[in-house]
């Protein structure tokens, strides 16, 4: 271990190097497509019970909708990097994430082909070690303007290779989601719904009820993002699918006089420290890692967090390394030793 003093080294510290991939039943080769969500808090989320129905599309496509999933920050800087390491809220170190491999470098490990697409300020380290690519407005005219693009180019992005990938995979999609306070700009007008918006980066400028409009908006948009990547998953017949959404940290829109997100963990409010997560696997990715879903389902109101993402990546997707901790794999407890 670094100690306080020490300077971080130049190249982060490998971790799992002994990672490796069990058998399975089946001869397709695995995909997961891991989408790190942007600013969409647990309270305005439909599936959650949210007095609108800002999730319709997930709901039709029957995924399993954890309900109490708390983040390791209140930022995207802190969040984002320890989703990705093997450590969470309670023993976080921000030393110890910054100078050692990701979960990512992980799955590299194990002979996992790793993809980080991103329409973001970038990954924050996290996929220093794997091939990464940044959504380029030119190539989706219809999702970009003025240099900002939906999140629909994700998904776009990610149909473009579908039928070219090959051997064992994890796809990262980096949303811009519900970044504020331009919640207006984070989706197209046909979802426009609940009206009236808040125009503005100027939230000062608007009432709570448009800033609530404009942002669950963008959920609302989301939900369709997530439905359109999940059917092309449910098309695509040469690779075992899997689909596992995660917000990076939520946001408060005037609760408590309060905007936005950053503050320190300790006094932030759940609005902020709450966020969905859903989980969708075909019936072909289920029986590859003998996962049972109606098993998972019953596990959906448990308390989990950022802290389980790690451990629960590498479980479902049936990779064995020392640094694996079983106690936090989530899905372990519904997997059969294939
Ligand atoms: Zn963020």
């Known amino acids: 271990m670094l100690a306080a003093s020490d300077p971080l080294p130049e190249q982060r510290l490998p971790i799992g190097e002994d990672a490796t991939r069990l058998p399975r039943a089946g001869d397709k080769p695995l995909l997961m497509v891991l989408v790190v969500g942007e600013t969409v808090r647990a309270a305005n989320w439909g599936l959650n019970g949210y007095a609108r129905q800002t999730t319709p599309q997930l709901t039709k496509r029957g995924v399993i909708n954890f309900t109490d999933v708390s983040t390791c920050g209140t930022s995207t800087a802190v969040s984002l990097p320890c989703m990705f390491a093997p450590i969470g809220k309670d023993d976080y170190d921000k030393r ?19 993809l980080w697409l991103d329409n973001q300020a970038g990954c924050k380290g996290v996929c220093d070690g794997v091939s990464q690519q940044s959504i380029q407005p030119d190539d989706h005219p219809k999702q970009c303007q003025d240099g900002r693009c939906l999140d629909e180019a994700l998904d776009e992005e990610l149909r ?59 959920i609302l948009y989301t939900d369709s993002v997530l439905d359109h990547v999940i059917g092309a998953l449910a098309e695509q017949s040469h690779h075992a699918a899997s689909l596992l959404y995660l917000s990076d940290h939520g946001e408060s829109l005037g609760e408590h006089g309060l905007y936005l997100h950053g503050l320190p963990y300790a006094i932030a409010p759940k609005e902020q420290t ?18 049972d879903k109606d098993c998972l389902a019953t596990t959906r109101d448990a308390p989990i967090g950022h802290a389980n993402l790690f451990h629960s990546v590498l479980g479902a997707l049936r990779v064995e390394s020392r640094i694996l901790n079983p106690q936090q794999d989530m899905t372990r407890v519904c997997r059969s030793d294939a």
């Open 96 to 114: 110890y994430i910054k100078s050692h491999e990701s979960l990512l470098d992980v799955l590299d490990h194990a002979g996992f082909n790793v």
């Open 160 to 218: 473009a290779r579908l039928d070219n990938l090959e051997g064992d995979t994890v796809i990262v999609l980096h949303q811009l989601g519900n970044h504020g306070p331009s919640y207006y700009q984070r989706y197209p007008e046909a979802f426009r719904r609940f009206t009236p918006t808040c125009d503005s980066a100027d939230l000062n400028s608007c009432s709570q009820q448009a800033i609530t409009n404009s942002y669950d908006n963008a």
């Open 274 to 291: 709450q966020v969905p997560m859903v989980w969708w696997s075909s019936a072909a990715f289920d029986a590859a890692v003998g996962l």
